[in-house]
């Protein structure tokens, strides 16, 4: 059984760490994420081959929303969910509850987006 390693390892791989603790689901896609500017610590935009060490905040964009968490361990491999989510503290703050459920709802078959309706939407994600 694989356990947590909080004294060890010194560091890690980005996108290994990012794969082991089950933050993205594969490795490729930790990678892509990496590449793409997704990822960032301590604020620094990194490649998958940076290294992260304990302490160190670690910063993943996905889906629009943004996690922040805090390195406190390293896995060998990729293991349980419990295993993996004792290698961080997630510090993301709550979501706003004021845009909690504000995204317009169409009706099912309701067809295509008017251009009213879509200059609605750009102005709730912030677009417009």
């Known amino acids: ?3 947590p390693d909080f004294d060890g390892a010194r560091s890690q791989r980005i996108d290994v760490w990012l794969w082991t603790t ?9 990678t892509a994420a990496c590449r793409s500017g997704h990822v960032r610590i301590d604020g620094e935009r990194v490649k998958a ?6 302490g160190q905040e ?3 964009r996905r889906s629009g929303a943004e996690r922040i968490l805090t390195v406190q361990g390293f896995l060998p491999g990729r293991g349980s969910a419990p295993l993996a989510q004792a290698c961080w503290i997630d510090r ?3 979501p706003d509850p004021a845009l909690r459920g504000a995204a317009p709802r169409r009706d099912k ?3 295509r987006p008017t251009k009213k309706d879509r200059r609605e939407l750009d102005r ?3 677009r417009g």
């Open 124 to 126: 709730l994600r912030g």
């Open 92 to 94: 993301t703050p709550p």
């Open 1 to 3: 059984m694989l356990e």
């Open 49 to 54: 081959a940076a290294k992260v060490r304990i």
């Open 22 to 30: 089950r933050i993205c689901k594969t490795r490729s896609a930790a």
């Open 58 to 60: 670690v910063r993943v």
């Open 109 to 111: 078959g309701a067809g």
